[in-house]
């Protein structure tokens, strides 16, 4: 019984921020909308250029890695 009174209580605490969003303070969240979408926009790009740059990393890191495991196999077969 407890989980469907969080669940009901959970809607009615949606519908009830909906509605004040709607009639009572819509101004002042369009401002708020307004004011969030360039830092939102600054820093996921900022995420995705960090993103991007590590996946540049760690290409080159495997590449580098795949170069030493071939010499060092050469190495051991001209040993053998």
Do not use: Y
């Amino acid at each position: 019984m407890g989980k469907i009174l969080a669940v009901l209580g959970g809607l009615i605490a949606m519908a009830g921020g909906v509605a004040l969003v709607a009639f009572v303070w819509w101004v002042p969240f369009k401002i708020l909308i307004k004011g969030f979408i360039p830092p939102v926009l600054f820093f996921g790009g900022l995420i995705a250029l960090i993103a991007g740059l590590s996946s540049f990393k760690d290409a080159a890191r495997a590449k580098k890695l795949e170069a030493e495991l071939k010499e060092d196999e050469k190495k051991a077969a001209s040993k053998a």
